[in-house]
C-alpha cells in the first residue's frame, strides 16, 4: 500500500499549505482528498507535487506493506 504520510511533512517544511495548492498551484480538491486517504493518484499529481516541493518521490510517499 502507498501512503502520503510523508507528503504532509514534507509540505510544512517547505512552507506549503492545501490552500496554496488549490489555489496558487491548481491541484484539484479531489486529487488532495485522494492523497489524505491515500487513494490512488495519478503519476502526473506526484510529478507536478515533487516539482512545486522540489523534492524525490520519496519525500512524499512511501510503500508499506501491510
Do not use: P
Amino acid at each position: 500500500m502507498i501512503v502520503f504520510d510523508r507528503l504532509w511533512q514534507t509540505m510544512k517544511e517547505r512552507g506549503i499549505s492545501q490552500y496554496k495548492l488549490l489555489n496558487e498551484y491548481h491541484i484539484s480538491s479531489g486529487q488532495l482528498d485522494r492523497l489524505r486517504k491515500n487513494g490512488n493518484v495519478n503519476t502526473y499529481t506526484l510529478s507536478q507535487l515533487c516539482t512545486i516541493l522540489k523534492c524525490r518521490l520519496e519525500d512524499i510517499a512511501e510503500y508499506r506493506d501491510e
